[in-house]
């Protein structure tokens, strides 16, 4: 799934070439783009006819659209780009893509807005906002490191009572967002912290520096267009990120640690890969019991 990065380059593309423009009509292709809507695709694309894209909005993982419309109220269009989610602005005149899902035309008649899908795990759906202006299915996400309302002290003080592995508090959206599975592998190298040891048992400097990296790191990630193992991931334009080629843990199993030159190792974690340096990362001790 795309991380907060990959998410970033998609909304920014997205307010350059969709904000400030009418959606004149929207057509959903089957029913599983529009699941997360309850009433159905016809019902989504009737009420979005008519609305106004007035900004493109990002919280961690989940990207949305603010609509106002033809009556002056406001909501929020909540785009899940899930494992293989692509939103592309491309010319009415070019073919579609094999696996697209759902095409925005505007009143201006300009390029199209469409959204590509291969593993069909993602979708939209229409919500109304909070009084801050997030969708209310999102308002239980924390603000991430990019947001103005993110305070790394309180969630260094949360994590620095939890007694869970500080890999796993990384990975809770509803304690800091937009951290994925690459993008703490990398905090963690960067930090010299194994992804097991507990939080509880972490200084509080020691923290900080975890959650610093990992706002560094996607702030790297950012400046490159992000993270591309594949052709699934790419901005608005199809062009892929290329923060891989910077990656010092993630997906380096069997090389050279970057720091030390130990190989770096993979290890299963929550049911997916965890890659570390084994001697700037050493695991904790087994505990008793």
């Given at each position: 799934m795309?991380?907060?990065?990959?998410?970033?380059?998609?909304?920014r593309?997205l307010?350059?070439?969709v904000?400030?423009?009418?959606?004149?009509?929207?057509?959903?292709?089957?029913?599983?783009?529009?699941?997360?809507?309850l009433?159905?695709?016809?019902?989504?694309?009737?009420?979005?006819?008519?609305?106004?894209?007035?900004?493109?909005?990002?919280?961690?993982?989940?990207?949305?659209?603010?609509?106002r419309?033809?009556?002056?109220?406001r909501?929020?269009?909540?785009?899940?780009?899930?494992?293989?989610?692509?939103?592309?602005?491309?010319?009415?005149?070019?073919?579609?893509?094999?696996?697209?899902?759902?095409?925005?035309?505007?009143?201006?008649?300009?390029?199209?807005?469409?959204?590509?899908?291969?593993?069909?795990?993602?979708?939209?759906?229409?919500?109304?906002l909070?009084?801050?202006?997030?969708?209310e299915?999102?308002?239980?996400?924390?603000?991430?490191?990019?947001?103005?309302?993110?305070?790394?002290?309180?969630?260094?003080?949360?994590?620095?009572?939890?007694?869970?592995?500080?890999?796993?508090?990384?990975?809770?959206?509803?304690l800091?967002?937009?951290?994925?599975?690459i993008?703490?592998?990398?905090?963690?190298?960067?930090?010299?912290?194994?992804?097991?040891?507990?939080?509880?048992?972490?200084?509080?400097?020691?923290?900080?520096?975890?959650?610093?990296?990992?706002?560094?790191?996607?702030?790297?990630?950012?400046?490159?267009?992000?993270?591309?193992f594949?052709?699934?991931?790419?901005?608005?334009?199809?062009?892929?990120?290329?923060?891989?080629?910077?990656?010092?843990?993630?997906?380096?199993?069997?090389?050279?640690?970057?720091?030390?030159g130990?190989?770096?190792?993979?290890e299963?974690?929550?049911?997916?890969?965890?890659?570390?340096?084994?001697?700037?990362?050493p695991?904790?001790?087994?505990?008793?019991?």
């Amino acid at each position: 799934m795309p991380e907060l990065p990959e998410v970033e380059v998609v909304r920014r593309g997205l307010a350059d070439h969709v904000v400030g423009r009418t959606i004149e009509r929207a057509e959903f292709r089957g029913t599983r783009v529009a699941r997360r809507h309850l009433p159905g695709p016809i019902d989504l694309a009737d009420r979005l006819a008519g609305n106004h894209v007035e900004q493109a909005r990002r919280r961690g993982k989940y990207l949305w659209l603010v609509l106002r419309t033809p009556d002056g109220s406001r909501q929020g269009l909540i785009a899940h780009l899930g494992m293989s989610g692509q939103l592309l602005v491309e010319a009415p005149d070019v073919p579609a893509e094999k696996h697209l899902h759902a095409v925005f035309d505007f009143a201006d008649e300009g390029p199209q807005l469409r959204f590509v899908d291969q593993r069909t795990f993602g979708g939209m759906a229409l919500a109304d906002l909070t009084p801050e202006g997030v969708p209310e299915p999102v308002a239980h996400i924390a603000p991430d490191p990019l947001e103005e309302a993110y305070d790394r002290a309180a969630v260094m003080r949360r994590m620095k009572g939890k007694d869970v592995a500080v890999k796993r508090a990384l990975l809770d959206q509803t304690l800091v967002s937009g951290v994925g599975n690459i993008y703490a592998d990398e905090a963690l190298w960067r930090a010299q912290v194994h992804g097991e040891r507990l939080c509880s048992s972490l200084t509080r400097p020691t923290l900080a520096r975890v959650l610093e990296h990992a706002r560094e790191v996607m702030l790297e990630a950012l400046g490159q267009g992000g993270t591309s193992f594949d052709a699934l991931y790419v901005n608005v334009n199809g062009a892929s990120g290329y923060f891989d080629r910077s990656l010092h843990a993630y997906g380096q199993e069997g090389r050279p640690c970057d720091r030390c030159g130990t190989l770096i190792r993979r290890e299963a974690f929550m049911n997916r890969s965890s890659f570390s340096c084994p001697r700037c990362q050493p695991r904790p001790r087994a505990r008793r019991g």
